[in-house]
């Protein structure tokens, strides 16, 4: 699950919701709101209102033109064409007569002016075909003769076959919309389905409902009591503010500590090296490479006679870490113990910190090393130079303590 992470700085009723619970802001705590019960079940369908009535019919769109008149019945054979006269105006046009014999082709003549169209006359039945006689031979065209008169309109003939159906004609525009008719009333609203019966609770009072395999479920490790939240175990691998880390800040809250407290009386004799301290360390395994490891170290040191200056240096896995840099030829330290009086009773309890950023989530290991800069002479842990016993000369306490900080 998880951590609950209530703002910083809420408003009054300022609502914050985390593992399916939901608590207010009352302007002094967080107050959990009581978790819903189950959805009822969905009430019968209303009754449909009544159908409107129907709008009116619009007008019907104008009739499309009248197809192409059907192809003409089969020519006579083609007699001699005489000589193309003049064409004479247009008379009008009389019903159609029964097709003579075409004469020779005359002359192209230069075309008359085109007369107006008479009207149709009804169609006549088309008579029986003739047989056709023999082609003659090509007369010389003659001149074209003035058009006589229209003869007599001969009387008609049976109809003949319907001639193939015309095209369709281009469909007339459609006609204005009629008004909507108006809608009817609104049925009633059905009556509401029953109330479903409320789901059960997990867990017991006061206890925080988490999801368990699909079904709610309580702890006695996770309880809330209307104003705080108590957990038995808190697990995280970072714990930082609600708003984020303020400016200027390295780092969070806690996240795990490591002590190593030593105790045994040592005497070192590092001459002018620097000696660890026994095989005394301190080791933690971050568990995000962005947090950091917060030393902290309480050291029970003292040198030789009366004068003495113990440096101590802190190595990080094996390596030396130089945390105060070198300044000439004054070597840079952890910390440092002096002493320069007539007392051989005289020792420090001496205390150093360093915030130490790994990087990484490999175990860390750390030592302390120590040499007398000024002598060379031995350096005691948890005891003074001079020594022996009597409650004069009691047991001192070191000890590395190691905190990971959320970074």
Known sequence: MAALNFPSSPTLNQLYTANNATWQWNGTAWVRLGDPGAQGSTGSQGAAGAQGTAGAQGSAGAQGTAGAQGSTGPTGAQGVAGAQGTAGAQGTAGAQGAAGAQGTAGAQGTAGAQGSAGAQGATGSTGAQGSTGPTGAQGTAGAQGATGSTGAQGSTGPTGPTGA??????????????????????????????????????GSNTQILYNSSGTAAGSANMTFDGTRPTFA???????????????????????????????????????????????????????????????????????SFSYYVVAVRLYVNGVYHQVAPDNGSRPGTFMTIGAQQWSNYY????????????????????????????????????????DENSGAVPVGNSCITLMEISG
Request: proline residues 7%; charged residues 10%; glycine residues 16%.
């Open 165 to 202: 159906q015309g095209a369709t004609g281009a469909q007339g525009a459609t006609g204005a919309q009629g008004a909507t008719g108006t809608t009817g009333p609104t049925g009633p609203t059905g009556p509401t389905g029953a109330q479903g019966a409320t789901g059960p609770v997990g």
């Open 233 to 303: 175990t808190l697990r995280t691998n970072s714990i930082l503010p609600s708003g984020g880390l303020p400016a200027g800040a390295s780092g969070g809250g806690i996240v795990q500590v490591v002590s190593s407290p030593y105790y045994t009386q040592t005497e070192l004799a590092p001459g002018s090296s620097f000696t660890q301290i026994g095989s005394w360390s301190a080791s933690i395994t971050p568990r995000s490479a962005s947090n950091k490891i917060l030393v902290d170290v309480d050291l029970n040191a003292s040198g």
């Open 347 to 386: 020792r420090y309890q001496a205390h150093a910190q360093y915030l130490h950023s790994p990087g990484t989530t490999s175990q860390q290991t750390y030592s302390l090393w120590v040499r007398d800069t000024r002598d060379n002479t031995n350096i005691f842990i948890n005891r003074a130079y001079y």
